[in-house]
Structure formats: structure tokens, C-alpha cells
């Protein structure tokens, strides 16, 4: 055990080795890890300061594993999280590049190291802004994760293909931190419960056991219930470029794990993105943190920005991959503008059989943005025809809403 620090030895210096300010240090960290998509506070710097100043400063692993328990609370932002603690900690020259976050101008630009696109953006010095730009646009476009609630509200009704590159990447942020309840349904295993028609007998007899053998009171047992399981297919095609990543993000993030019970239970799903073929996804669903997944996506779809052969895919779906439809219970999610290239015949005939294997099909279409859409194109028109709902996924506000929506049209069937 490493003796504690005496007044005559030298305290390791944080961060910077020429400052050696542990506040000014922490908040430079706190700021790249909100660029980076961590939710960080000033509440959370203040414990994370309380709590290297608990654990010492003498041992790295110690501060990192201090530094994480209080300022991460989600699964996907570990990795990022230690990435970003490693390259800031580790190289005193980069910490100091960071630091220069906070003026207003930096003097060098930080060679992009190979680490994961959100560590990668908050390690990247602020670009200067253009002359020619208005101050206004140039305030509309650079934006940072401490962004106003004007403009968080105008972010979250703002349509995703009308989106500039920074807004777009603070929007995919904002996406994944978007909760959707997968409904439940009971199963023949069950479980302790005040309520239920079965008797409990282990409870039952064990408690009899307490009172003389007398028993006092009838243990029940109620079904478990689990999520429903999922089957998702997204359209790539060049009509759906703006929205496949996002909606991508957002379904991989929401549809991990559900509250069941006081419980953290995994979703059974599956992916697949659609273009002019089927792509199975589930290895790149597989990947716990969101960035992973879209980059493991990304070396998989060969189609994207192609046309569209909804048809073909389910085919394909049914040839190969029908064994992973759970009975009548699995729930399809189906995202897609329906602008369908194939024979609409073939495409209804297995949207036909697609029904018939699944609980509910639901069509989230992008286009439901403008008022007057109407589903009059024969692809769209055989869609909106075997769909049990269709439901708009054009901007912020509508995935929130996208839950609630879920929710009763479930308990309307």
C-alpha cells in the first residue's frame, strides 16, 4: 500500500503538468465530455472533485475510476469516456489544446488521433469562424452540447433533412437520449406477486414453517412479462440518406433494454437495413455503445443511397431469415418514405405474409412532415394498406411522441 502524501513530497500535478489547477483542469475535462455527448453538470464536476480529492491524485487507475463512477451514468458513454480520459491525461501538450477550448481562439490544430467520432469531435480544436458569415447564422450553426433552450427547442422541431453538419450531429446526440417503452406481454413462467391465480407453494409452506405448520396465508404467483420482440427495417436509399443514420441511432439506443417490474430487461430484435437488397444488422446491433454500431453498419450496407426494393427485401426476409419472427408476437418497425421501385403485386403479397407472422406492423414515414401527404404512389399506397399505423419520424418532437403513440395503439388492438 503506497504511503500517503506529506507536506515535504511533491502532490501529482493533474491534467496539465505546467498548471497543476485541479478545478480549472476538471472543468476543461467536464466541457470536452459534453462536446463528446456525455450529459455532464457542474454538480457532477463538484463530485468528481470531492471525489479525487477522497481517492489521491497519486495513482491514475484510481482517478479514472473515480473520475467514471461519478460522471457516467450510461452504458454507451464508457468507452467514450475512457478514451477521452486517456488522451487527456495522458499527453500534457494535448490537455493543453483542450484548455484552449475555452478561448477564443486556438494557435494549432491537434492531429485527429484513431479513436471514436464523438471522442474524436471533442478532441478537435474550435474552427474560426468565416467573415462573410452573418453573426446570426454563424450563432444558429455553432453549437455546442451547453446549447440555450431557444435553441434546443428549435433543434427538436427542426426537420432532420434540413439540418446543417453541426446541427446534425448535436440532433444525433439528441436522439439516442430518447427513452421508448417496448410493450410487454406475459409469459408462462411467472414470479412472486401480491396478486395471481397460481399458489406460490415454496413461499406458502416456508412460511407455514414459522408458525407451527398452521398456514396463515396463501403465497401467489403471477406470469413475468418480457418485452416484445423487434423487428426493425430501415430504408437507405438516396430519398432516405438524412434520415437512415438518425433513425438508426435513435432505435439502437431506445430499444436496448426496457423497465419491466423494477427490472433492466434486454429486447430480443432484430435489424435489417433495406435498399436495393436485404443487409442483416445484428452484428453491428450487437455493439453496446451507438457510435460502434453505425460505424459497423456502415462497412456492412454496400446499398446506400440507392434505390429501393422493399419488395425484393422482404423476399428475402421470408427466404432467409423467417425463423427469427417469434410466433404472432414480434412487433415491426418499418422506416421508410415508401417510395418503393419494385412491382407493387410482389410487394403486397409480402406485406401479406409479413402480416401474417407478426403482431403489429407500424410504418414510420418521414414524409408524414408535410400536412397534405397523401400515400398515392402504388408502393406507399400497398404499405399504407397492410400497416396497422403509420407514424411520423421527421423531427425530434415526433420520436418523443413516437412512445406514446405506440403505447395506445397497442392497447387499441
Known sequence: MQAPASPSRPIPQLGDARTGKLAANLAAFGRSLRRAGVPVDAARIALAQQALLAVGLAQRLDMEAALESVLVSREADRLVFRELFAAFFR??????KLLAQMLPRADGRAEPPRQRPRVREALAPPRAAKTAQPAQEQQATDLDAAMSAS?????????????????????????????????????????????GARIHWGRTLHAAARTGGDVALLARRKPRRQPLPLL????????????????????????????????????RRDAFAFGTHLTDLHAAFAHADTDAMLTHAGRLIQDF??????????????RRHARRLVGRRTLVLLVSDGLDTGEPQALAQELDWLKRHTRSLLWLNPLLRFDGYQPLAQGAAALHRAC??????????????????????????
Do not use: W
Not at 448535436?170 to 401480491?194: D, E, F, H, K
Not at 443511397?305 to 421470408?318: I, M, V
Open 91 to 96: 499527453d500534457p501538450e494535448l490537455a493543453h
Open 151 to 195: 435553441q434546443l427547442a428549435r433543434l427538436k422541431n427542426a426537420d432532420f433533412n434540413q439540418l446543417s453538419a453541426s446541427e446534425y450531429r448535436l440532433v444525433q446526440q439528441l436522439v439516442q437520449a430518447i427513452a421508448l417503452p417496448v410493450p410487454t406481454v406475459a409469459t408462462r413462467r411467472s414470479r412472486a406477486g401480491s396478486r
Open 232 to 267: 426493425i427495417l430501415v430504408d437507405v436509399s438516396g430519398s432516405m440518406e438524412r434520415y437512415a443514420r438518425l433513425l438508426l441511432a435513435f432505435l439502437h439506443a431506445a430499444t436496448a433494454r426496457v423497465a419491466v417490474g423494477g427490472r433492466r430487461l434486454a429486447v
Open 305 to 318: 443511397g440507392g434505390g429501393t426494393c422493399l419488395g425484393a427485401s422482404l423476399a428475402e426476409l421470408r
Open 388 to 413: 396497422d399505423a403509420m407514424l411520423a419520424v421527421h423531427n425530434v418532437t415526433r420520436l418523443q411522441q413516437l412512445a406514446a403513440a405506440l403505447a395506445q395503439l397497442l392497447r387499441q388492438r
